[in-house]
């Protein structure tokens, strides 16, 4: 099985200066990691184990498969 880490560029956020109502930065969501056999399977399982994601509003999703852990790293 291979980890993917799935983000999204369909998010706004509020900068710390921000004093409007609208949300003045574009950026990108982590929207959570999950395992599978390929990139499909895996969103699939994430979606499953992160049911709040549906409905979001989340079109465009990237998925990147993580190479290493921190673990493996040090």
């Known amino acids: 099985m291979t980890t993917y880490i799935f983000i999204s560029p369909d998010g706004h956020t509020f900068s710390p200066s921000c004093t409007s109502d609208t ?3 574009e950026n990108m ?3 959570g990691f999950a395992s599978g056999r390929n990139e499909k399977e895996a969103l699939l399982n994430l979606c499953r184990e992160n049911p709040y994601l549906e409905g ?3 079109e ?15």
């Open 23 to 25: 949300p003045d930065i």
């Open 29 to 31: 969501q982590v929207l």
């Open 56 to 58: 979001k509003g989340y």
């Open 60 to 74: 465009r999703v990237v998925g990147i498969e993580v190479k290493a852990s921190l673990h493996e790293i040090k």
